[in-house]
Each structure stands twice: as structure tokens, then as C-alpha cells.
């Protein structure tokens, strides 16, 4: 009798599956997250598709003109707040499920009117804007709560990372697809496509929404109120507050500064999703990396560190401006970049999450933080609006919104400090008992 070879392809793929697992710190994960970051999978693809593609597509019919890309965004940045505080002061009726389902549709709305009236973007870009920002802002409101709560302190920077994965694949392809899909179609043919796939995506997503878990919170009518006062009155929730708003400066303008830089040196799609696919790989080297290195104690230095190192390579810019030296540097930003801004992520999440009381009002100093994070935003693209657009304004702008940085930095220590002295007492505290 023939014995059967132990190599089996189901043996393989067994294999496969388990080292993924053990690679990436799945095990450490509930399949409440799981859920989530499927749907995550999903909001990247249409969301991509906005941050990347909307700004080439404003530059163009606005003739090349920076202010209107900036305007737009900054009234994303705006909406974006207004929608999370809406969540935030209404948390007992718009549960973070709501607030999820709710930033599809108007996705669809959105999509639906780029897609059937792209010959008037123009005049329609400044209520699209708007329906973008609150769209943000309902879905992230939702996301970033959800997150908090379907993780723990101990596996949370796993679900940041694996998020931060997830994003990278879809920077890493998309418009790569994309954008030589927009340069083999003539006029605003590739859009349309583009933008119809943006809508079968949500489409789908909604069964996913679907399978969301709802997690059962008491909410006062007075939360909302009491949140504030918290942050008023509670030093950590300021310095949290500040850290957003400092992080924010920066953050806002790079989402999409670099690709439009290129845009304006060579006018070709192709070559911004061929930027974006390059830092797509290196966000998921950020990602994979940050789940192994990151410990609380080294938080801040790699803050420290990532944020230096950006600034000199921003410096290198003056030196040589091209095609080539924009690449580059947009690589080494997002891998850098990831660290330092997610670090601040993770200790916001840390205060917000630090007890019984600011756990049960979550929501609603989600929705706090955003309103820090979008001033920033809009204060950074206000700085970047000061300088001459020229191609020598554009790196001096750059290289102002990094520095400010080192202030968000010493914001960062000051809250490990804190967090440090907390963690201390407690210990106390108990060896006492």
C-alpha cells in the first residue's frame, strides 16, 4: 500500500496561514477587530482613491491652481471635525455602527456626484469638500472608538499596525491601477471609471457594516459637557489635545502635499500613483516594523529620532530638486513619518483609555481630539498657503511645518512622564497593600 506524502498543499497553506499569524501578532487579536479591520480593507480603497486622485483632478480643472487644492482640503479638514463632534455630542443616539453606515452613504452621494456632473467639479468642488470632511468624520469617529474598544492596551499596537498594513497594500496598488488607467483614457473618462468602482466598493462594505459587534456603553445626557470639562481640567487630556494639534500642522499638508509637488513638476497620474505605490511599500515595512519596535519606553526617542531624520532629508531637498530626489524623500518620509505620527496615536489612545471614567465618554473626547487634529490640519495648510507658491516656497513651507514638530516631540515626553508617574504610584500602591 502506497503511503501518502506528508507535503501537502494543505499542509502548506496550514503552514503559511500559521506563520502569518504568528508574523503579524494576529493571535493577539478578537475577532471583533478582525471584523473591523475588513471593513477597514474596504473604506481604504474609496478613501485612497479621494486623498490621491480628487487633488490631481482639482489641480487640472481649476488650470494648475494650487489655492483651489488647498481650499478643498482644508474644508475636508473642517467637515472632517464637525462630523466627529456631532458624534460626539449626539454618542447616545449615533452609535459608532451608525456612525460608520451613516459615512457610507454619503460616500455614495459624493462619488455619485463626481461621477454624473465631473464637468462642473469646479463650481460643485466646495460642497463635495464638505460632504467628504463629514463623511470623514462620521467614519473615523466610529473606527477609532470601535479600535479602542475591541483592543487592549496590551495588543493595541498590533491593531494600529495591522491597520497601518492594510492602508499600505492599498497605497501600495491602487493607484498604481489607477493612475495608468487615467493615462490610457482620455479627458475625464478614467475618473468615471474610477470613481464607479468607488461606489461598488461601498456597496459591498455594507454587509460587512452589518456584521459589526455593538458594544453596549451608558451614555449621560450631559457626557458631551463633561468630556470638556475633563479636558480642561485633567492634564493629560490637555497635552493630549496639544500633541493632535501640533501633530496635525504637519500631518495635514503631507497627506497629499508630496504627490501634488510631483503633480506640479510633471503633470502625469501615472507618476503620482507610481509615488504612492512606492511609499505603499514602505508604509508596510513602517507598519510591520512599528508592531516589533515600539515599547513604551522607546516611544518617545523614536519620535525624536524619525522626526530629526525627516527634517535633514527635507533639508537635502534645497540641494537638489527633481523628480527623482522627490521620491526618495516621499519613501523616506512615510516610513519615518509612520513612526512619529502613530506613536502619537497610541498615546492618545493611552489617555483616553487610562480609566473606568474617560473610557465611558470616549466617544465624545474622540470627537475632542479630532477638533485639535483639524486645527492643526487647517493651520498647516494656512502656513503652506503664506509661502510664494514656487517650487523653493514649497521646501521652505515643508521644512517649517517638520520643525514645529520638535514641539509636538516634547509634548510627547511630557505625557510619558505623566503616564510613567501614574504607573508608578499604582505600583505603589499595591506593594503598600
Request: proline share 2%; aromatic share 14%.
Amino acid at each position: 500500500m502506497q503511503e501518502k506524502p506528508h507535503f501537502t498543499v494543505k499542509r502548506l497553506l496550514g503552514g503559511i496561514h500559521r506563520k502569518a499569524i504568528d508574523v503579524l501578532g494576529l493571535d493577539l487579536l478578537s475577532k471583533q477587530y478582525a471584523t473591523l479591520a475588513l471593513n477597514y480593507l474596504f473604506v481604504m480603497v474609496y478613501y485612497t482613491i479621494e486623498t490621491v486622485f480628487v487633488n490631481t483632478l482639482i489641480f487640472r480643472v481649476s488650470g494648475g491652481n494650487m489655492y483651489s487644492v488647498l481650499f478643498y482640503r482644508g474644508l475636508t479638514y473642517l467637515f472632517s471635525a464637525i462630523g466627529m463632534n456631532i458624534c460626539s455630542a449626539f454618542s447616545r443616539v449615533i452609535t459608532p455602527i451608525r456612525a460608520i453606515k451613516a459615512a457610507g452613504i454619503l460616500y455614495v452621494i459624493l462619488f455619485g456626484l463626481m461621477f454624473g456632473w465631473m464637468d462642473h467639479l469646479e463650481s460643485l468642488m466646495y460642497y463635495i469638500g464638505s460632504l467628504v470632511g463629514l463623511a470623514m468624520g462620521l467614519y473615523w469617529s466610529g473606527h477609532h472608538v470601535l479600535l479602542t474598544l475591541y483592543t487592549t492596551p496590551r495588543n493595541r499596537a498590533v491593531g494600529i499596525g495591522i491597520t497601518g498594513i492594510i492602508s499600505g497594500i492599498m497605497n501600495l496598488t491602487l493607484p498604481l491601477i489607477f493612475g495608468f488607467i487615467l493615462r490610457w483614457m482620455p479627458g475625464v473618462t478614467g475618473y468615471r471609471v474610477m470613481f464607479g468602482v468607488a461606489i461598488a466598493t461601498i456597496l459591498s462594505q455594507f454587509y460587512y457594516m452589518n456584521r459589526l459587534t455593538p458594544v453596549e456603553r451608558k451614555h449621560r445626557p450631559r457626557d458631551y459637557r463633561f468630556a470638556l470639562k475633563l479636558v480642561v481640567r485633567k492634564l493629560s487630556l490637555r497635552i493630549m489635545m496639544f500633541i493632535e494639534f501640533f501633530r496635525g500642522i504637519r500631518e495635514g499638508a503631507f497627506t497629499f502635499f508630496l504627490n501634488m509637488l510631483l503633480f506640479a513638476l510633471v503633470t502625469d497620474e501615472a507618476l503620482v500613483g507610481f509615488n504612492s505605490f512606492l511609499t505603499g511599500v514602505f508604509s508596510i515595512s513602517a507598519a510591520w516594523v512599528f508592531g516589533r519596535i515600539v515599547t513604551p519606553d522607546r516611544r518617545v526617542k523614536l519620535a525624536l529620532g524619525s522626526i530629526g531624520a525627516i527634517f535633514v532629508c527635507c533639508m537635502g531637498l534645497l540641494l537638489k530638486l527633481n523628480v527623482v530626489t522627490v521620491l526618495v524623500f516621499g519613501m523616506l518620509n512615510t516610513f519615518l513619518a509612520y513612526f512619529f505620527n502613530n506613536i502619537g496615536v497610541h498615546i492618545c489612545y493611552e489617555a483616553m483609555g487610562q480609566n473606568e471614567t474617560l473610557r465611558a465618554i470616549i466617544t465624545e473626547l474622540t470627537g475632542l481630539r479630532e477638533a485639535a487634529l483639524g486645527a492643526g490640519r487647517i493651520v498647516g495648510l494656512l502656513i503652506l498657503a503664506c509661502f510664494p507658491k514656487t517650487l523653493d516656497g514649497y521646501l521652505y513651507a515643508m521644512l517649517t511645518l517638520t520643525g514645529i514638530q520638535f514641539i509636538t516631540v516634547g509634548l510627547m515626553w511630557w505625557a510619558q512622564k505623566i503616564q510613567t508617574r501614574k504607573l508608578h504610584r499604582k505600583e505603589t500602591e499595591v506593594s503598600v497593600l
